[in-house]
C-alpha cells in the first residue's frame, strides 16, 4: 500500500522544502548562472575590469586544438575506466554472488576503496607508480620496462586510469551485488536445466536481467569520470606530462585557476553543464521505461 | 521416456541435517509418481536432487538406466516446472519455449515447429509474442510447462506448479496436468503437499514424512490400506478417526468405554494398538451396535459431519445428508469389520 500524506495548505509543504531549495539556490543554481555569466565576459589578468562579449569565449574555445585534444583525452579516459570497472566489478559480484567460504569479508574488502578520498587515492597510486622510489616502478623495471609516468604521457594516462576504475569499483560492485541477488535463484536453475553452461547462461539470462542495474551504472560512471576523477588527477599528474591527462574538467580548473583566463573556463563549465544535463535527462527517460522488460 | 530408479539416496546438508534418509523406490517408464507430505519432509529436496540441482549425498540416482549423480542438470534430459514458473521475464513466451531447444542447437525450423505444436496443445498460440508479466497466473502456468513439453525430455519434474493459482484454477490444471499426462505418456515426477492433488493425479503415491518414505502404492492402496498412522491420517479428508484400544480377544478390540468387532488376524491378544475408521465408513443405523452423543454438526452439502465421541475420544461421522436428523443430539451406528484399521501403538506401522 502506497502511503500519501496530503496536506491541507500550502504553507506547511512550502516550509518543508525550502532547506533543500536553498542549498540547491545558493550551491548550485547560483555557481552555475554565475558560471554562465562569466562565460559571456572577459576580465584582465588582474580582476579589475569586465568587458562583455557575448559568445566571443566559445568561439574561441573552439578554434582551439587544445580543447578538442583535450576533448579526445576525456573520450579515452572515460571510456576506459567506464568500461574497466564496470567489467571488473561485474566480474568481482558475480564470483562473490556464489557461496564462497569468507564471501562476507571478501564483500567487506572489496567496498573499502570508495571509502577513500579521491587525491588520497591519487597518491596512493602515485607513490606506488613513482619512477624512481616506487614498489610498482621499481618491479617493472627490474623486469624491463621503462616507466616513467612523470615524461611519458601515455603511462601517465594509463596510471589515472588505473587509479579512477580502482576507486569506482566498489561503488559498482555494490550495485551490481545488489541486482545479482536480486535475479531469483529459480530463473538460473531452470535455464540449468534448460540446458545453458554457466558462460551461456550468464550472457543471456544474467546480464539481461541486470541491464537496468548496467545502464544506471554507465551513466553514474561517465559522470563520475566527468567530473569527479579532478582529485586524482590533480594529485598524479597534474594534467601532465605536457596535458597528456587534461581532461575537460581538469582543463576548467587548470585555464581558470592556473592560467586566469575565467571566461574562457566559464565557457568550458557551461558546456560541460550541458554535457550532464543531456545525460541525466536521457538516464531519466530510459530508467523510467526501465530497460529491456 | 524412462524409468527412474531411486536406490539408497540420502542428503545431509553441512551442518548435519539429514533431509533426506535411505529412500528407495522406482518409477516405471510412463508412469506419473507423486511425491506428497507435508512441508519440510524432503520431498522438494528429493525431486531437486532429481534435477541434478542438489548433490546427493549417499546412493544412487538412475534415469533410463543411466547413473545421473555426477550429470549435469542439462544432461540429464529432464524438464521441470517450479512453483513460481521461473520465466525468462526479458523473453517473449515463443524464446521462452525456444530458449531450451537453442540451447541444444536445434534447428529453427524444429524449433518453431515444436513451439506450435505446444502452445496448440496448451492453448497458448495467441500469447506467443507477449511478455510474462502481461500473462495471468494460469497462462504462465501453461507456459511453464509449455517450455517443459517442447524439450520433449524424458522426465517431467513438477514441483508445487499448481500452489501459486486460486482454487479453481488449481482444479482446472490439475486436470489439464492429468490429460497431458494421458497423451504424451512421459515420465512424471511431481511434488505436493495437496493430498487431493496427490490422489488425482497419480498412478503412484509416495507418502514421505521427516526424510522417509510412509509408504509407497496406488492412491487407492494408500487410501484404503494405509501402511502407517502417519500416513492414515495424511491421506483422506476429513482425516481418518483413531482411537486408542486394546486386543481383548481374538476378533475384539477394548476401547475405553466400549469394544468393537474387527478382524485382528494375527495380533497378539493384549497387544495396545490404535484403531483407524474413517469417518464415511461409519454405517448409521438406528438398530446400530454403538450409540454416542453429537457435539456439533458441520454441513458441507453433499454430505454432513457429526462430531461426537466414541472410546473416549473425538470421533467424527460423515454421513449423506438423508441419513440422519441434523439436529439429532445421539446417533446409533455399526462399524463394518473391513472399515476397521488396526496400528501397533508403539510403532504406529499397520498390523490389522
Request: hydrophobic fraction near 45%.
Amino acid at each position: 500500500m502506497e502511503k500519501r500524506t496530503v496536506f491541507a495548505g500550502y504553507s506547511l509543504p512550502a516550509l518543508l522544502l525550502v532547506p533543500q531549495l536553498l542549498i540547491t539556490i545558493v550551491f548550485f543554481y547560483m555557481p552555475a548562472g554565475q558560471a554562465m555569466w562569466q562565460s559571456f565576459q572577459i576580465e584582465d589578468a588582474f580582476g579589475t575590469t569586465t568587458i562583455f562579449v557575448g559568445f566571443e569565449n566559445y568561439r574561441e574555445l573552439f578554434k582551439k586544438p587544445e580543447y578538442y585534444k583535450a576533448m579526445g583525452t576525456t573520450l579515452v579516459f572515460s571510456t576506459a575506466v567506464a568500461f574497466l570497472s564496470l567489467s571488473i566489478s561485474l566480474l568481482l559480484a558475480t564470483m562473490a554472488n556464489k557461496q564462497i567460504r569468507g564471501a562476507t569479508a571478501y564483500k567487506t574488502l572489496l567496498i573499502w576503496p570508495y571509502a577513500v578520498a579521491p587525491a588520497i587515492a591519487g597518491v596512493l597510486w602515485l607513490f606506488m607508480f613513482q619512477p624512481s622510489m616506487g614498489m610498482v616502478s621499481k618491479a617493472l623495471k627490474s623486469a624491463g620496462v621503462d616507466w616513467n609516468p612523470t615524461l611519458n604521457g601515455n603511462h601517465a594516462m594509463l596510471l589515472v586510469i588505473m587509479a579512477a576504475t580502482w576507486k569506482q569499483i566498489s561503488y559498482n560492485f555494490l550495485f551490481f551485488l545488489a541486482g545479482l541477488q536480486s535475479i531469483p535463484h529459480s530463473l538460473i536453475e531452470a535455464s540449468a536445466i534448460d540446458g545453458a553452461r554457466p558462460m551461456r547462461r550468464f550472457w543471456t539470462i544474467i546480464f539481461p536481467l541486470l541491464s537496468p542495474t548496467t545502464f544506471f551504472l554507465i551513466v553514474v560512471n561517465i559522470t563520475y569520470v566527468f567530473f569527479d576523477t579532478f582529485g586524482i588527477i590533480d594529485a598524479m599528474t597534474g594534467g601532465g606530462p605536457a596535458k597528456a591527462t587534461e581532461t575537460l574538467v581538469y582543463k576548467v580548473f587548470a585555464d581558470g585557476r592556473l592560467g586566469g583566463d575565467l571566461g574562457g573556463s566559464a565557457a568550458q563549465s557551461v558546456i560541460l553543464m550541458i554535457m550532464v544535463i543531456a545525460m541525466t535527462a536521457f538516464q531519466f527517460k530510459y530508467i523510467e521505461r526501465k530497460v529491456s522488460y | 521416456m524412462a524409468e527412474v530408479t531411486l536406490s539408497n539416496i540420502r542428503k545431509v546438508y553441512p551442518g548435519g541435517v539429514e533431509a533426506v534418509k535411505a529412500i528407495n523406490f522406482a518409477i516405471p517408464d510412463g508412469g506419473f509418481c507423486v511425491l506428497v507430505g507435508p512441508s519440510g519432509c524432503g520431498k522438494s529436496t528429493l525431486l531437486r536432487m532429481l534435477a541434478g540441482l542438489e548433490t546427493i549425498t549417499e546412493g544412487e540416482c538412475r534415469i533410463g538406466g543411466r547413473v545421473v549423480n555426477d550429470v549435469e542438470p542439462a544432461d540429464r534430459d529432464i524438464a521441470m516446472v517450479f512453483q513460481n514458473y521461473a520465466l525468462y521475464p526479458h523473453m517473449s513466451v515463443y524464446n521462452n519455449m525456444a530458449y531450451g531447444l537453442r540451447n541444444r542447437k536445434t534447428p529453427e525450423d524444429e524449433i518453431a515447429r515444436r513451439v506450435a505444436a505446444a502452445a496448440k496443445i496448451l492453448a497458448i498460440e495467441p500469447l506467443l509474442e507477449r511478455k510474462p508479466k502481461a500473462l495471468s497466473g494460469g497462462q504462465r502456468q501453461r507456459v511453464a510447462m509449455g517450455r517443459a513439453i517442447v524439450r520433449q525430455p524424458q522426465v517431467f519434474l513438477f514441483d508445487e506448479p499448481l500452489s501459486n493459482l486460486d482454487a479453481k484454477l488449481r482444479v482446472h490444471m490439475r486436470v489439464e496436468i492429468k490429460k497431458l499426462h494421458n497423451t504424451l505418456k512421459v515420465t512424471s515426477v511431481y511434488v505436493t503437499h495437496d493430498q487431493v492433488e496427490a490422489m488425482t493425479l497419480a498412478d503412484m503415491i509416495v507418502v514421505m514424512s521427516a526424510g522417509k518414505v510412509e509408504q509407497i502404492g496406488t492412491p487407492a492402496d494408500v487410501y484404503s490400506r494405509p501402511e502407517s498412522v502417519f500416513v492414515a491420517t495424511f491421506i483422506g479428508s476429513p482425516a481418518m478417526n483413531l482411537v486408542k484400544g486394546v486386543v481383548s480377544a481374538p476378533g475384539m478390540v477394548q476401547l475405553a468405554d466400549t469394544m468393537v468387532a474387527c478382524s485382528t488376524g494375527s495380533v497378539a491378544t493384549g497387544t495396545a494398538v490404535l484403531v483407524g475408521i474413517r469417518p464415511d465408513e461409519v454405517v448409521l443405523g438406528a438398530a446400530g451396535t454403538h450409540r454416542t452423543a453429537v457435539n456439533f454438526v458441520e454441513e458441507l452439502g453433499p454430505s454432513r459431519l457429526y462430531h461426537s465421541t466414541f472410546g473416549g475420544e473425538d470421533f467424527v461421522i460423515q454421513a449423506p445428508p438423508k441419513s440422519a436428523d441434523p439436529k439429532a443430539e445421539s446417533l446409533a451406528f455399526d462399524i463394518p469389520h473391513h472399515a476397521v484399521h488396526l496400528f501397533d501403538a508403539a510403532s504406529g506401522r499397520r498390523i490389522g
